[in-house]
């Protein structure tokens, strides 16, 4: 069909261009980065809440009153070791075992990747950006040892001094990497933006790189 002189004119009018392509998903992104955070943000204070405060709390039916290990911010020594390991039979062993493998791994993961995103979206600077997500690295990692020291230490029939060392150092470590971690995401939402970076900053590079 024949086009009318007006739809010939609409079509090169200069103003009627559209819109560059980066520009709509770039918001786009953003805002489904965004509601990502928040997902993830949300499981893991679920998770936190569930792992540290619901069922440790609760493990401490099966161990005499003794609290778990994890839960020992300040560590604790080959007594206190020794104490729990036989206050605690294979069950309660094993339930134990099998929270470090569930949500004792779901939350070092969760909180890390949420926390993770918070420093991208909000700092532009790459060096600014690595110094802040280090701890968090470094809390998984450590996280991730500790539950696996703690299982070993308390299937050792009599804890040995050396295992009990690493198992409280990873725990005390791992609730310093813990706080530092929040520390590092509220600089990154709360740090000036002159330090942060300008907000266009790496849309501005990739868009560099693209033309």
């Not at 709390?57 to 729990?84: C, E, F, I, K, N």
């Amino acid at each position: 069909m024949a086009k009318t002189r007006a739809q010939i004119a609409r079509k090169h009018r200069p103003g009627t261009a559209a819109a560059p392509p980066s520009a709509v998903p770039g918001k786009s992104q953003k805002t489904n980065a965004g509601l990502i955070l928040i997902a993830a943000a949300v499981a893991s204070l679920f998770l936190f809440w569930y792992f540290h405060l619901l069922t440790l709390g609760q493990m401490t039916q099966l161990s005499d009153g003794l609290t778990m290990p994890d839960m020992m911010v300040g560590g604790y020594d080959a007594g206190y070791a020794q104490r729990l390991r036989e206050a605690m039979d294979d069950d309660a062993r094993g339930q134990l075992s099998y929270l470090h493998r569930t949500a004792g791994t779901l939350f070092p993961l969760i909180f890390s990747f949420a926390w993770l995103l918070l420093v991208q979206l909000n700092v532009a600077r790459r060096p600014l950006r690595w110094l802040l997500w280090s701890p968090v690295i470094l809390f998984v990692v450590v996280d991730l040892w500790e539950n696996i020291a703690i299982d070993t230490l308390l299937a050792q029939s009599a804890p040995e001094a050396g295992a009990v060392a690493l198992a409280s150092t990873l725990t005390v470590l791992r609730w310093v990497l813990l706080a530092v971690s929040l520390v590092a995401g509220a600089a990154s939402v709360f740090l000036p933006r002159r330090v942060r970076g300008p907000a266009g900053e790496r849309g501005n590079r990739d868009e560099e790189r693209v033309s």
